[in-house]
């Protein structure tokens, strides 16, 4: 390669290092960003503007932008086995989506079980729904039945911060350094 041709090609190389800037929210921070496990480059992102959108980083614009909730989004979740459902938490209620529906998707189950603000939600493969909230209660809601499952209480006197299904192992997170297992209570 000549001299000429490195100095052209070092403009094109440093412009493609450089983060690109996904743009779909209208306004306000994003609040959640997960990446599908499913379609390799696809991400959805939720944010303060109560707006799902949906990207695909192989192409410049958002795949989707959806206006899911009237109220920020704290969390997002994908179907474990359909991706094209999604779950989101706004304030203390938790709304699910078809978003093969597009932008005119309406909500198809809401769950009202949180009495506080819920920070993060998490879907088992065999449709368990947990949601941990600000009170420090972790409702957990059977998706099949569409009824709730179980209350997890009193293992954080405070905020409950995070929740996962990992197998044999239901965890929740507090604000103080503290994760909790729950023992013999395993979704996964």
Known sequence: MSETESAAAAPVAAAESKPRRLRGHK????????????????????GEDGCLCWFDLRTKDALLTMEAANKPISSICFKPGNEDFVYISAGNEIL???????????????????????????????GFLAAAD???????????????????????????????????????????????????????
């Open 96 to 126: 699910s989506f078809d978003v093969r529906m597009g932008t005119q998707s309406k909500p198809l189950e809401t769950y009202n079980y949180n009495r506080d603000e819920i920070n993060q939600i998490a879907v088992s493969s065999k």
């Open 27 to 46: 306004k306000g921070a994003v609040t959640c960003c997960v990446a599908s496990s499913a379609r390799p480059g696809v991400v959805a992102s939720s």
């Open 134 to 188: 600000d009170s420090g209660d972790v409702k957990i809601v059977n998706t099949i039945q569409k009824c709730l499952y179980k209350r997890l209480r009193e293992a954080h006197t405070s905020i409950c911060s995070s929740v996962q299904f990992i197998p044999w192992r239901p965890w929740t997170g507090w604000c103080y350094h503290f994760l909790f297992l729950f023992s013999g209570f395993c979704l996964a």
